[in-house]
């Protein structure tokens, strides 16, 4: 039998919880990381209105990401964002674009 010098963390897909805001409100996000550069998930917010979004996207290049939210089924909105590191923590910040024209300010790290 002839091993192949994969790791199992390179082809392995890797989930992680975040937490940040869009806009003003708080928001968790869910988010699983594949090894295609693929990125899916779901987020909420808080105290909200209790619905969940879904999101879908790619990591087309080390520092960048671009995930569509959709709504009931629906794309609603496309998010922009940057990776950078503050206080210590990989953050990513960028822009969420409703297809009904609002943008607003998006950012998540890791949470614990």
């Given amino acids: 039998m002839m091993l192949l010098g994969f790791s199992v963390s390179a082809v ?18 869910t988010l699983t990381w594949n090894a295609s550069g693929k990125v899916n998930g779901t987020y909420h917010c808080p105290g ?10 790619s990591n087309p290049k080390e520092g960048e990401l671009v995930l569509h939210e959709y709504t009931n089924g629906v794309h609603s909105a496309t998010c922009y ?27 998540f790290y890791r949470g614990k």
């Fill in 12 to 29: 392995a897909d890797e989930t992680n919880g975040y937490v940040g805001k869009i806009g003003q409100q708080n928001a968790e996000f």
């Fill in 48 to 57: 909200g209105s209790g619905r969940v979004y879904v999101l879908r996207g």
């Fill in 81 to 107: 964002l940057t990776k950078s590191t503050e206080q210590g923590k990989v953050v990513w910040r960028g822009v969420m674009h409703n297809n009904d024209g609002r943008d607003k300010a998006i950012y």
